[in-house]
């Protein structure tokens, strides 16, 4: 009986990987990482937790330095578009 189960669930899972296509986890789909840049310097994300401005995912450059606009708050990194 046992071995029933184990070729069911083997033709399922196959089945299921028929239907679905490839792996999320297949290295060769993923997409390439994107640099962003602000003001022609590669910025990086970085969690800021803060008191004054909450929990908010910044951008940095790479040497360290949080990134804030003319208000004195800091730039959220998803804000910073990508290059065409």
Do not use: H, W
Not at 21 to 49: C, E, F, H, M, T
């Amino acid at each position: 009986m046992t071995v029933l189960v184990s070729q069911i669930i083997f033709v399922f899972l196959n089945f299921i990987d028929n239907i679905m296509g490839v792996s999320k986890n297949n290295p060769n789909a993923r997409k390439a990482a994107i640099q962003k840049k602000y003001n022609d310097k590669v910025v990086v994300p970085v969690k800021l937790i803060s008191s004054e401005f909450g929990n908010v995912i910044a951008a940095q450059y790479e040497n360290g330095e949080i990134i804030f606009d003319n208000n004195g708050k800091p730039i959220p990194y998803k804000s910073i578009s990508a290059p065409a």
